[in-house]
């Protein structure tokens, strides 16, 4: 576990009013993200994280030491995000709309590329779990070794998934290209 | 080295840490051109992957997360809106609500008598109106009607 997120959780146990808050500001964004990639949906995501730092503000007593913060940190987001795609929320299509609306991301800071939705509706065709792995892979920059441990499944189903998630991938982004930037 | 090794040890490769079967994977490689392809696309995946952009949280998120922790339960983005929403179509149906209630009553059968026969004269309306239950209600209504014209 990293030195400042033992801190970090420390301080909160022992009632700092401001380390929680800390702990946020540093995760708050990532949580974001993955919590976006696997719903699909940028109020849903937001509500999504909001539960989900609810949730650990008061499960953090029940913290383990032993693994790392933000494994644990990830773990309750997959697990809460999973659990609300599976509820029956239909992500491409809230986000299709949402594209067409232009109103997909009030308050948030995204600067709206069209690849960014092309590869965001792509990803949307994937099943939950996919897009699991993709999100923790591509969007997080995790190992293989850290998604089976925030999944809890093997190394093999991580690269199998993330095998099928490709080859599903493939057809849709074949024609995407990135914009060379400025 | 089968399509079906090369597939398994494809993702060792992309993350630098295949080692044994190195010289196997890429003689596979060089030799299995749908292998080749399946390997090339999926590093044009990865690229166009990690270079996606997604939103930033909300700003308001951290002080909605502060006030929820507080009072001990989430305060849903989603479920603000749609209590705008219901408090909305609620005050909307308050105001219908007023209106009806506070104009003459009559019944359905006499709206429909009288849209149907206001265009056309009285008589009209009374070789119409057998057609309908309340005759006599009816009537009286019309003759109203055309009294105050």
């Known amino acids: 576990m990293g030195g400042d997120d033992a801190d970090l959780v420390r301080r909160h146990l022992s009632g700092d009013p401001d380390a929680f808050r800390l702990l946020y500001e540093k995760y708050g964004d990532k949580v974001f993200a993955s919590a976006y990639r696997i719903v699909g949906e940028y109020h849903a995501a937001a509500d999504l994280v909001q539960e989900i730092f609810v949730k650990i503000h008061g499960e953090l007593r029940s913290f383990k030491f032993e693994s790392k913060f933000s494994t644990w940190l990830f773990r309750v987001t997959v697990n809460h995000a999973l659990n609300r795609a599976s509820e029956g929320l239909r992500h491409a299509r809230i986000h299709e709309k949402i594209v067409r609306d232009g109103r997909g991301d009030p308050g948030g800071t995204r600067e709206g590329r069209p690849v960014d939705d092309e590869i965001h509706r792509a990803l949307q065709e994937l099943s939950p779990k996919l897009r699991t792995v993709i999100s923790l892979r591509y969007l997080e920059g995790l190992s293989y070794e850290e998604i089976a441990e925030i999944l809890e499944i093997s190394i093999g189903t991580v690269k199998s998934r993330l095998f099928l998630a490709h080859e599903t991938l493939r057809p849709m982004l074949k024609n995407v290209t990135l914009e060379p930037e400025p | 080295?089968?399509?079906?090794?090369?597939?398994?040890?494809?993702?060792?490769?992309?993350?630098?840490?295949?080692?044994?079967?190195?010289?196997?994977?890429?003689?596979?490689?060089?030799?299995?051109?749908?292998?080749?392809?399946?390997?090339?696309?999926?590093?044009?995946?990865?690229?166009?992957?990690?270079?996606?952009?997604?939103?930033?949280?909300?700003?308001?998120?951290?002080?909605?997360?502060?006030?929820?922790?507080?009072?001990?339960?989430?305060?849903?983005?989603?479920?603000?809106?749609?209590?705008?929403?219901?408090?909305?179509?609620?005050?909307?149906?308050?105001?219908?609500?007023?209106?009806?209630?506070?104009?003459?009553?009559?019944?359905?059968?006499?709206?429909?008598?009288?849209?149907?026969?206001?265009?056309?004269?009285?008589?009209?309306?009374?070789?119409?109106?057998?057609?309908?239950?309340d005759v006599d209600a009816a009537t009286a209504m019309v003759d109203t009607i055309f009294r105050n014209d």
């Open chain 2, 1 to 133: 080295m089968t399509c079906q090794t090369f597939s398994d040890r494809l993702f060792d490769f992309l993350q630098g840490r295949l080692r044994e079967d190195r010289a196997d994977f890429d003689a596979h490689r060089g030799s299995c051109p749908a292998c080749a392809a399946r390997l090339g696309g999926i590093r044009e995946n990865e690229r166009l992957l990690r270079s996606a952009r997604v939103p930033t949280a909300p700003a308001d998120l951290w002080p909605r997360i502060a006030a929820a922790v507080a009072q001990g339960r989430p305060l849903p983005f989603r479920g603000l809106r749609m209590a705008s929403f219901l408090a909305a179509a609620a005050a909307l149906l308050l105001t219908v609500t007023l209106v009806i209630t506070s104009r003459p009553s009559r019944s359905p059968q006499l709206n429909l008598i009288v849209q149907d026969v206001a265009p056309e004269s009285q008589r009209a309306f009374r070789t119409l109106v057998p057609k309908y239950d």
